[in-house]
């Protein structure tokens, strides 16, 4: 399997603030991998240096060995962030054609009208998105990110603001993606959620990074002490 | 292009709809022409007409820079500017989208200032309406290429609104030397010096060529 991504001794420095310490990563296509750890842990400082919104202090990173230009590594990336990523006075419809135009994706409309259609979004797609509520913003956004077909894609809290249904159907989703070929990461508190889907899980703690064994990783019972554990161990180290 | 063009839809729609541009632009070139006319010598005359040129660009590059301040402002909400810096396209191009959106807001502006000026004056600038619009569209065009990539920069630093005229109006002293000399002999002689044109030109050129390159650099982090 292709190694969509790889990362060495990457690490991020605000001032005199490590946010993340030297961190090793490599995630094949196809593969899930679970980012965990308390507040302020540096997740989402990772996913944006993942992304390539950050630029990391020291350390080397690899997106998409196959793409020859900064513009197709971005082009493997959809970014589900902590904020939308939604222009507030356009329309849900006009966030996904402006995001499918911005990809340089064919028939925009169609495609966003496709993307609409299943996220069952279709009811608020002229409504702009400053209006919408949190969970439909959510919804949006993983439409957005998920429009032009990633092969990298990156997921901050995914679940936060979604209904029971909507939290479902995204899990379902999320679940078939790596048979398409597709990696993942996944930064989330939901242990329940994340143990299902990922088959490896980094746990962040004041931007040191452990592993957890990927038994850990079948349930969400054998997820939580593990969890515990290792939140513990690297709590002592810093 | 398609990219550029994308970008170019966004802002005017955003800014269609919001209003909050050129609203601020407006009234403050609006304000501008009041303040004059009052602070004129009653009945107008020469004098007070031989200083419109200058006072027609004071009230466009300050109207400009307002409405550039929020020209990136907008994109913090919902960190929407991570939408454009993930964009699989040269960044050049949104560069050029976001400038030529704000070129386009202030040649409205430009447009009916000039239109208060000449009432508030009593000034005729049939004459030479169309080579003043081509003067304010080069002076326009620089202001916003370098507006453009100073507002990206100005917008992540914590006094965006004093960063942005402080870096931008000392670097925008040739352009506004050449569009306010080719607006005097255009205003007061009815001829247009080819060397303020050129000037213009040449600056317009390197602002644009820079801004276009530097942009991958700002829009990075």
């Known amino acids: ?238 | 292009m398609s990219a550029l063009l994308a970008i170019l839809w966004k802002d005017l729609v955003s800014e269609w709809r919001s209003r909050d541009r050129l609203v601020a632009m407006g009234v403050f070139a609006l304000l501008v022409v009041i303040v004059l006319y009052l602070a004129a010598p009653p009945g107008g005359g020469p004098e007070a007409r031989a200083h419109v040129p200058g006072l027609l660009w004071v009230a466009w590059s300050f109207a400009g820079v307002l409405g550039l301040n929020r020209a990136f402002a907008s994109e913090l909400e919902n960190e929407a500017l991570s939408v454009l810096a993930l964009a699989p396209v040269d960044r050049g191009f949104v560069f050029l989208g976001k400038a030529l959106a704000s070129f386009v807001l202030l040649l409205l502006v430009q447009a009916a200032s000039a239109l208060a000026f000449a009432l508030a004056f009593d000034l005729d600038l049939r004459p030479v309406a169309g080579r003043l619009a081509g003067v304010a569209a080069l002076g326009a065009a620089g202001l916003c290429t370098l507006g453009t990539l100073f507002s990206a920069i100005a917008v992540r630093t914590q006094y965006r609104e004093v960063m942005l005229p402080l870096l931008l109006l000392p670097l925008l002293v040739p352009v506004l030397l050449g569009a306010v000399r080719a607006t005097q002999a255009l205003l007061l002689e009815g001829t247009l010096p080819w060397p303020a044109l050129q000037l213009l030109l040449v600056t317009d050129g390197v602002f644009a060529i820079v801004s276009f390159l530097c942009f991958e650099v700002v829009l990075d982090e």
């Open chain 1, 1 to 238: 399997m292709s190694v969509l991504l790889r990362a060495q001794g990457l690490a991020k420095r605000f001032g005199a603030v490590t946010a993340l310490f030297p961190l090793d990563l490599e995630l094949e296509a196809g593969r899930t991998l679970a980012v965990l750890g308390p507040n302020g842990a540096g997740k989402s400082t990772l996913l944006r240096l993942l992304a390539g919104l950050a630029r990391p202090s020291t350390g080397a990173l690899e997106i998409d060995a196959a793409a020859r230009s900064r513009a197709e590594r971005r082009r493997a990336i959809g970014l589900v962030g902590h904020a939308s990523f939604l222009y507030p006075m356009l329309t849900t419809r006009e966030n996904l054609v402006l995001a499918a135009r911005l990809h340089g994706l064919d028939a925009p409309g169609e495609r966003a009208e496709r993307a609409l259609a299943e996220e069952e979004l279709l009811g608020v797609a002229d409504r702009r998105a400053g209006a919408l509520s949190r969970g439909l913003a959510q919804r949006v956004a993983i439409a957005r990110a998920l429009l032009h077909a990633p092969r990298l894609v990156l997921l901050d809290e995914p679940w936060t603001g979604l209904d029971a249904r909507a939290a479902e159907r995204l899990t379902r989703r999320l679940a078939a993606l790596p048979s398409a070929g597709r990696a993942l990461v996944i930064v989330s508190h939901d242990l329940g959620r994340v143990a299902g889907l990922a088959a490896r899980a980094l746990v962040l703690v004041r931007g040191r990074a452990g592993w957890l064994a990927a038994e850990a990783l079948h349930s969400e019972a054998a997820l939580a002490p593990a969890y515990a554990a290792c939140v513990e161990q690297l709590e002592g180290a810093a």
